[in-house]
């Protein structure tokens, strides 16, 4: 079953640029985690934000929760190319060792 | 540290086929994940390991799927025979104790199309 959902399903930008991308789901949860897949390292795990927070950062990644709509955002600041990539959100689900996947954001940053 | 390693990383087969992966997790990860992932979709978990012990598999085809992990450690996946569906990327990961607070590591994955 799939729980998040990704939006939107694709984005395009030019380098330099912010990039903003969020995540629906549907039942309430503990935590919520983002991962970045592209081809030259595979699926790589981003940041994790738990229910009691509302805005986490690494880097030049911000990531809010906003549990009374059920929605996360994960925002790219200056992007370069090499944040082209899928950007997917993980949610867990009944049990504390499930996770469930969204399809995922398609980013492309232009040169 | 070394990574999650999976071989191979192509494979092509005819339908009705038999095929199998292999997945090293990292050394100490007590849990191991397979995942399917059709091209556009999100991960996919078709089995999910405790040390030796299966703790969700809830949504392997058991028909035709089939995984082990001996002395907890390695792992393979078979699928007999395979149909065309069956066509997606095989993802192993493989996390530390397995609560959905760890990250989860994921190896290259195995591209599996099935003529």
């Known amino acids: 079953s799939q729980q998040g959902e990704e939006d939107p399903q694709a984005l395009s930008i030019q380098e330099g640029e912010n990039a903003t991308m969020n995540c629906s789901y549907k039942?309430?949860?503990?935590?919520l985690q983002w991962y970045r897949q592209n081809s030259g390292r595979g699926l790589v795990h981003l940041i994790l934000?738990?229910?009691n927070e509302r805005e986490k950062h690494s880097g030049r990644l911000r990531v809010t929760l906003d549990t009374s709509k059920k929605s996360s955002s994960l925002l790219i600041t200056a992007s370069r190319a090499a944040d082209t990539a899928s950007y997917f959100c993980?949610?867990?689900?009944?049990?504390?060792?499930?996770?469930?996947w969204g399809a995922g954001t398609k980013l492309i940053i232009k040169p | 540290e070394a990574g999650v390693a999976q071989s191979p990383r192509y494979k092509i087969i005819e339908k009705r086929q038999s095929v199998a992966f292999w997945c090293n997790p990292i050394?100490?990860?007590?849990?191991l994940y397979w995942y399917q992932q059709i091209l556009g979709q999100g991960p996919k978990l078709l089995i999910q390991?405790?040390?030796?012990?299966?703790?969700?598999d809830s949504q392997l085809p058991k028909d035709r799927f089939s995984a082990e992990r001996l002395k907890g450690v390695d792992s393979t996946l078979k699928i007999q025979p395979a149909k065309l569906e069956d066509s997606a990327v095989y993802l192993c990961?493989?996390?530390?104790?397995?609560?959905?607070?760890?990250?989860?590591?994921f190896g290259p994955g195995t591209r599996l199309t099935v003529l």
């Open positions: 990961a493989s996390s530390f104790s397995g609560r959905n607070t760890d990250t989860q590591y």
């Open positions: 050394s100490g990860h007590a849990t």
């Open positions: 390991f405790q040390n030796n012990g299966v703790v969700d």
């Open positions: 039942t309430s949860i503990n935590n």
């Open positions: 934000i738990r229910s």
């Open positions: 993980a949610t867990d689900g009944d049990s504390n060792y499930q996770l469930i």
